[in-house]
């Protein structure tokens, strides 16, 4: 495995990219960020040869959005609406929601195609064929759809 610490600057922009969409605020996505590299950093000992560092830094991201949500009294993400309010019908909450109750696998997917990765380049950084990513990606896609309409 190359240096962990060199991956790291590398894969930046990236996890900076994932990070702008996820929270629209450019000091807390810099602030995610650093906190998941520095969680990267702390357990480097047990990765191995085969570790997906984009993929484990963006789910540590993930996870570090979601359990700030859940600290009482802390405000939602910049750009995204109180759950309470639901004066935006077919609006902002409504796309989110219907992502969240996406797969992690089908969030990724969309995610990383939505930050401007090709099918070749999701398939290498999943390690699996391109025909996957592409018939998985329409498969997303049509349950994104499914979730959309369910909120109407």
Known sequence: MKDLREELVSIYPKLMRYALVRVRNKDKAEELVQDACLRVLQREQNFDDQIN???????????????????????????????????????????????????????????????????KEIAQEHKIKMGTIMSRMSRCRDDFRAELSMEN
């Open 53 to 119: 560092l984009i993929a484990y830094s963006i789910t540590i991201i993930k996870n570090l959005i979601k359990d700030q949500g859940k600290i009482p009294g802390s405000p939602p993400p910049d750009g995204v609406p109180d759950p309470i309010d639901h004066t935006l019908p077919g609006g902002v909450y409504e796309i989110l929601e219907a992502f969240l109750r996406l797969s992690n696998d089908c969030q990724t997917i969309l995610e990383l195609f939505g930050l401007g990765h090709s099918y």
